[in-house]
């Protein structure tokens, strides 16, 4: 009720809205906050709100406002809002690692208020991926200067290398858990490529240890981080034990933080003289592929990305696993059927990794792809090779898997991997 009050009263004066007046049209959004909305509605679409569905209106510009918090019209001129501002001239974003952004509250008030206030929203609302990448970039940006203040834990030696506990401090002041693996023979004189590896959801750092390894013994050094509410992230139970991760709408708000988590990570990588600062990639599965295609989208210094079971569009791969009932992390998809998909495509913009997907070129992008996938589906894939080939399709390599599902068997895929790595890292 706090949250729903303040976007009903407290946001209304700073966007001069008529409230005592009832909610301005729709049709009138692209005109009041054309510079952060990443969409279009068709002229004829004027429908007033009755006054009961105010609040979801102002949900919608809190959402909005997510997209471009620099460009906030204030009353009496622009401002900011509160909590956001500049800090060394890069736009910072407060609250996201706690609660995976207003964005995310605003996403869940509209989903449950979409049968009422959306009802009619057409099926013409188009999203501009430029302009929706524009208006998200901000989002993803740092001040680089700040101290990353690295605490190592404890160190462990296997054949042909050694793993290191630490933790590292992020943007908004969150430490990240994560596992640095060394392979012996990266020096200062003969520095190594590195790797940033992303579990995907219900995973952990442990839980691609096999992995590290892996990389230590073809020579890479790799970090992996607990993502977003994951792992020692975890949201705690009454008793103070983990609860398992969920897939909600937090969880992909919260994917914005892990890509700033991963820009802080490449930061204490490249710091290191063992490592190579020009041969820097990333491998992220499953929700890792979906937050690191974006990661690799607005981290230039990430030369070559792998997403193994990743894809695009994120409202139709929402809507896919709510029409079969699926049940992703714990939680049944069924309670999503009936949502406003077209107006769910619309406020994920600034997660979205079709939109980031043109940027990556020329960087080289490898995706592994099962057929029968039923988490990520094939045409989710499809989506995000289309929009990373648009500039040019010589970066872009995809492998289809025809009797895999959601990830591809490791016998066939890792040589594969290993040797793209070996050509573009």
């Keep these: 009720m706090r949250l729903l009050r303040w976007m009903r009263y407290d946001l209304l004066p700073a966007f001069d809205l008529p409230s005592r007046f009832g909610p301005p049209l729709l049709s009138d959004l692209p005109r ?22 105010g609040f979801v209106r102002d949900a919608l510009t809190k959402a909005a406002c997510e997209l471009n918090p620099n460009t906030l019209p204030a009353a009496g001129g622009v401002g900011r809002r509160p909590g956001v501002g500049r800090k060394g001239g890069v736009a910072q974003s407060a609250g996201v690692g706690h609660s995976g952004g207003a964005l995310a509250s605003a ?8 049968t009422l206030a959306f009802a009619q929203i057409p099926a013409a609302l188009a999203v501009d991926a430029e302009r929706a990448y524009t208006t998200a970039l901000p989002l993803y940006k740092y001040d680089a200067r700040q101290p990353l203040a690295a605490k190592f834990g404890t160190t462990t030696h296997f054949p042909g290398g050694r793993v290191v506990t630490l933790t590292y401090r992020s943007v908004n002041d969150v430490r990240v858990p994560a596992l640095l ?12 490529a590195c790797l940033v590896l992303l579990h995907g959801l219900g995973g952990n750092k442990e839980s691609l240890a096999p992995l590290g390894q892996l990389a230590a013994a073809s020579g890479y050094v790799s970090l992996i981080i607990d993502e977003y509410g994951h792992g020692e992230r975890a949201p705690k139970k009454a008793d103070g034990t983990p609860a398992a991760p969920q897939f909600t709408m937090d969880m992909i708000g919260g994917g914005r933080q892990t890509v700033l988590d991963v820009r802080r990570g490449i930061d204490l990588l ?21 937050i690191g295609s974006v990661a690799a989208g607005v981290e230039p210094r990430i030369k070559a990305t792998v997403l193994v079971s990743g894809g695009g569009d994120l409202a139709g791969i929402l809507k896919a696993l709510s029409e079969r009932d699926a049940v992703v992390g714990g939680r049944s998809m069924a309670q999503w059927k009936g949502m406003d998909w077209n107006m769910t495509r619309i ?18 992008v490898l995706m592994e792809c099962g057929r029968l996938d039923d988490i990520v589906p094939p045409f989710a894939a499809q989506a995000f090779y289309d929009a990373a080939t648009k500039p040019a399709d010589n970066h872009v390599q995809i492998d289809w898997y025809d009797n895999a599902g959601h990830i591809p068997p490791l016998p066939a895929m890792v040589p594969k991997i290993q040797a793209w790595l070996k050509t573009n890292l």
């Design 270 to 290: 490249t710091l290191r003289p063992d490592v190579d600062p020009k041969r820097v990639g990333l491998m992220g599965f499953s929700l890792g592929a979906l």
């Design 107 to 114: 996403i869940t008030l509209i989903f449950l208020t979409s």
């Design 181 to 192: 693996y060394l392979p012996d023979k990266a020096t200062k004189v003969a520095p190594a």
């Design 32 to 53: 009041r906050f054309a510079p952060p909305l990443p969409f279009y509605l068709p002229p004829a679409f004027g429908r007033p709100l009755p006054r009961r569905e």
């Design 347 to 364: 406020l994920l913009q600034s997660e979205e990794p079709v939109n980031f997907a043109a940027h990556i070129a020329p960087r080289a």
